[in-house]
């Protein structure tokens, strides 16, 4: 695992699905400590996006789970074009870890593949999911929660 802060110091933040979809549309769910942190990561180019996610906001908006202004790849592009946030490929080596997690966790793959990706990038995942959260409380990765 490498270290989640880069020269300046500033950690590198992952975003979990619904923190980019709250940040891309300006959602009053993202709190304030959360935005600070992340203008600061876009501005030292320190945000990152997991390849699981475009397939994940692919899902939601097929399932009618998510209604985006346009059409989703459109989304998808204008999201991810943003300078100082780059999209993570799936490696091999995280694929893997999110199969073999040292500690229990629920079975959402989406999940399973961000937390191996925090884990195996030292990244903090920026997510408002509670369970997500109370595993990196209990030290499995590092995570700042997207509502504060």
Do not use: C
């Not at 908006?61 to 346009?70: F, H, M, N, P, T």
């Not at 989304?75 to 694929?95: C, D, F, H, Q, Y």
């Not at 966790?105 to 593949?113: F, L, N, T, V």
């Not at 925090?118 to 499995?140: I, K, N, S, Y």
Request: aromatic letters at 4%.
């Amino acid at each position: 695992m490498s270290d989640a802060s880069g020269s300046a110091g500033v950690p590198l933040l992952l975003l979990d699905t619904h923190t980019l979809i709250w940040l891309t549309e300006g959602s009053r769910k993202l709190g304030e400590g959360a935005k600070d942190a992340l203008r600061v990561a876009y501005r030292e180019d320190r945000s990152i996006v997991s390849a699981i996610t475009p397939w994940e906001i692919g899902i939601l908006v097929s399932k009618g789970r998510l209604i985006l202004g346009q059409d989703v790849l459109l989304w998808l592009r204008v999201a991810l074009g943003v300078s100082g946030l780059r999209l993570i490929p799936l490696e091999p080596e995280i694929a893997v870890a999110s199969t073999r997690l040292p500690f229990e966790m629920h079975a959402d793959p989406a999940d399973r593949i961000l937390v191996a990706t925090a884990r195996h990038l030292g990244a903090m995942l920026v997510t408002a999911d509670q369970p997500l959260l109370e595993l990196a409380r209990q030290g499995h990765f590092h995570a700042l929660d997207a509502t504060n």
